[in-house]
């Protein structure tokens, strides 16, 4: 079991583990092997101190940097899920799970808002993981609402399993070749079904449907159905703490103002605030 599980590898989950390392707790970080693709697109960072016009690849490559010589390893993965432990939580994550004593969430902002049914469908027809739930879809047709060509690999295992694939690809230039993806145009307004899905709203139409895969970053309060959530943001403490005790977060999930210094702050403060809580519970 890990002292922590940091959800993110941006600025804030990377202040966080910078922090938790100093601090010699053990600890997981879980996130994507570039760090962040909002920092490594930008173009230049002039409100950082310290980084006077760098760009965002070079931010990230300095981060890069600091994790490799701290030691510190990123398990790449999405997490779908955080569930209540004996003794903290466990976090799943594509096949695997992982247990940690507290949660620092680092998810920055949701770049595609949850649809009207999505929440309520869940674990009914709709997945935010194609590893986990795919194989459930063999022979099946299935909508895929795809966020970033990062995620097309998980396009082509689906592809593998269904016989239909309906793809809503929400960027530019969509590589993915199989014979059985249908690119589709515009983007699902609701899930739509009984029990189960049955289909999504598309323009007035349906798009008949076994299964709705949303590959995407999951909003927090999809992780954590409980958590307190305000406007989109996560609800928090000036000790980055949650209404969930155990749970921590920081950077652009807790909301404005959406910038690396606040982030970095966030993620520095949640850290020792897990720290905190620790000792506290070892003293019981």
Known sequence: MYDCII?????AGVSAALTLKALKRSFLIIGNKNLSAKVMSAEKIKNYPGLNGASGAEFVKIMQAQLSEGGIALTEGRVTGIYDG???????????????????????VETVRPIKGEKEFLGRGVSYCATCDG?????????????????????????????????????KDCAVTAPNVEIMRGMPSEIVGGMKVEGVMVGGRKIEADGVFMLKDAACDSLYSALEVSGGA??????????????????????????????AGEGNVAAHSVNARLNEKDKI
């Open 7 to 11: 959800i993110g590898s941006g600025v």
């Open 86 to 108: 004996e003794n903290g939580f466990f976090v799943a994550c594509g096949q695997d799970v992982y247990e940690g004593r507290t949660i620092i969430l680092a998810t920055g």
């Open 135 to 171: 194989f459930l879809y063999k022979g099946k047709t299935i909508v895929v609402v795809c966020a970033s060509k990062e995620e097309e690999h998980e396009v082509e295992l689906l592809a593998s399993y269904a016989a239909k694939v309906c793809l809503f690809a929400l960027y």
């Open 234 to 263: 996560v609800r928090t403490g000036r000790d980055m703490s949650t209404n969930i005790s155990g749970i921590f977060a920081a950077g652009d999930c807790t909301g404005r103002p959406y910038q690396y210094a606040k982030a």
